[in-house]
C-alpha cells in the first residue's frame, strides 16, 4: 500500500507547524507535531528542556519521538518535526521511513521576519545578533535539509494555505 503520510522539515518559521494545521483541517489528515509531542510527554516547554537538560538529551528525545511515530506504522498523518530534527543522519532515515518528506525551504530573511516576535521563546536564538545566527545555522543545515527531503518547496513568497494545497499535491511524486 502506499504510503499517505506526509513529514514536513524545515528552519524555525518555514511554517511546518501552521501549514500542518492546514492540512489537518482541509483533508483530515491526523497531525502530529513532534516539539508538542515531547512537551507533553515531558512535561515541560522546549526552553525548559534545552535549560535544564541541554540540546543533547533533546535531540535524543526528538529520536525517541520519531521512532515512536514510526513504530506505530500508523497512516494520513501530517507530522511537523522541529527544526533540528534532521541534524542526526539516524533521524533523516526515520523520516523517510515515516512518510514522504518534504522541505519547506526559506530565505534567513523571511525566518528572521517569521521569529522575531517569538525568539524570546527559541532557545538557539538567545545570542545578540539572532538574524547572523540563523544565517549561519541555516548555511551550516541546507546540506542535511536537502537530504532528508524527497521534495523540495521555496515558501517565501507564498501563503500557508498556497504551501498547504502544493504539500498535499506534491505528496505521491517521486
Ligand atoms: C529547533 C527548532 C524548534 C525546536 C527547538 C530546536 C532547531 O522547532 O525544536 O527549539 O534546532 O531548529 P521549530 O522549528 O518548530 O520552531
Known amino acids: ?7 514536513l522539515i524545515g528552519y524555525m ?24 509531542m515531547i512537551e507533553k510527554s515531558t512535561g515541560k516547554s522546549i526552553s525548559q528542556i534545552f535549560a535544564e537538560e541541554g ?11 520519531l521512532k515512536r511515530i514510526a513504530d506505530a506504522k500508523a497512516d494520513h498523518l501530517i507530522v511537523a518535526s522541529g527544526g533540528g530534527t534532521v541534524l542526526r543522519e539516524e533521524n533523516q532515515a526515520l523520516l523517510k521511513e515515516i512518510g514522504k518528506v518534504v522541505y519547506l525551504k526559506v530565505t534567513p530573511e523571511t525566518a528572521y ?38 521534495i523540495i518547496i521555496a515558501t517565501d513568497d507564498l501563503t500557508a ?13 517521486n
Open 161 to 173: 494555505e498556497t504551501i498547504a494545497d502544493r504539500v498535499f499535491d506534491l505528496r505521491f511524486d
Open 55 to 65: 540540546e543533547a538529551a533533546f535531540r535524543q528525545m526528538e529520536t525517541q519521538c
Open 1 to 7: 500500500m502506499q504510503n499517505t503520510n506526509t513529514v
Open 13 to 36: 518559521g518555514s511554517g511546518k507547524s501552521t501549514v500542518a494545521r492546514i492540512m489537518a483541517d482541509r483533508y483530515r489528515l491526523r497531525l502530529l507535531d513532534t516539539d508538542t
Open 113 to 150: 521576519n517569521r521569529v522575531k516576535g517569538s525568539a524570546a521563546s527559541r532557545p538557539l536564538l538567545q545570542g545578540a545578533d539572532p538574524y547572523g545566527q540563523i544565517v549561519k545555522m541555516l548555511a551550516e543545515r541546507e546540506n542535511a535539509y536537502l537530504r532528508a527531503s524527497d
